[in-house]
């Protein structure tokens, strides 16, 4: 089974423009889960998404968002990019029945100049 | 927000050695994962708990879910230079959703 790809997998962008992300989880899993990782702060809980709806959701400013399609791909986008938004952003996946192992996938390295 | 306390943050040790790590909070938590990850990608999944007490083995790993379920431990038997990396405790509070709190990492480094 292939397990949960991410494109692109590095990216540069300049302050104030926008990026999407995507993510393809395994197949069959239907949770969808983003976090922002950094040398700083760790790994943090961006939003979760099952079944084309928001189910959690982190404490991060409103120009984070997602969305999920019905095949479960799944979309994250960051509106006026900051530098401090320069990250690994990670995408992981989970069958949701009562089993909540998250997969990760490799991650987008995204840098903010 | 939720605190994963991880100890201890890093860890250099000779290969062949055991190492122990573990994370604490001052919540109660439903699961608890362990991962480790390597320079430039994403966390693999190493162990999964579901019930307090549970003792789980993967090969030279053992992990377990404390009996209070505020803790967890990550035993690696005979370590070897593979072993290097940095390893995240994750708590799950509810039942319901997929909502993970990480723990900082312990960095391991083994010596050859």
């Known amino acids: 089974k292939a397990g949960v790809t991410q494109t692109p997998r590095y990216l540069i962008k300049t302050r104030g423009q926008q990026v999407t992300l995507s993510c393809s989880p395994i197949?069959?899993?239907?949770?969808v889960s983003w976090y922002q990782q950094t040398p700083g702060q760790g790994l943090q809980f961006l939003f979760e998404?099952?079944?084309?709806?928001?189910?959690n959701k982190g404490n991060f400013p409103g120009r984070f968002s997602g969305r999920q399609f019905s095949n479960s791909r799944s979309e994250m986008n960051v509106s006026t990019l900051e530098l401090g938004d320069s990250a690994l952003y990670l995408c992981?996946?989970?069958?949701?029945?009562?089993?909540?192992?998250?997969?990760f996938g490799p991650g987008t390295r995204l840098t903010v100049t | 927000g939720q605190q994963l306390n991880q100890s201890p943050q890093s860890m250099f040790i000779q290969e062949g050695e055991d190492v122990s790590m573990n994370c604490t909070s001052s919540?109660?938590?439903?699961?608890w994962l362990w991962y480790k990850q390597d320079p430039g990608e994403g966390p693999v999944l190493l162990i999964a708990?579901?019930?307090?007490?549970e003792l789980t083995s993967n090969g030279r790993l053992t992990a377990q879910f404390g009996i209070t379920r505020k803790d967890s431990f990550l035993n690696i038997s005979a370590s070897i230079p593979s072993d290097v990396g940095i390893y995240f405790c994750?708590?799950?509070?509810?039942?319901?959703?997929?909502?993970?709190?990480f723990g900082s990492g312990t960095k391991l480094n083994v010596k050859p």
């Open positions: 992981a996946s989970s069958l949701d029945r009562r089993q909540y192992e998250q997969y």
């Open positions: 197949s069959g899993h239907r949770s």
């Open positions: 998404y099952f079944s084309e709806t928001q189910r």
């Open positions: 919540s109660i938590f439903n699961t």
């Open positions: 708990l579901y019930k307090a007490g």
């Open positions: 994750a708590g799950q509070l509810g039942d319901n959703f997929n909502k993970f709190y």
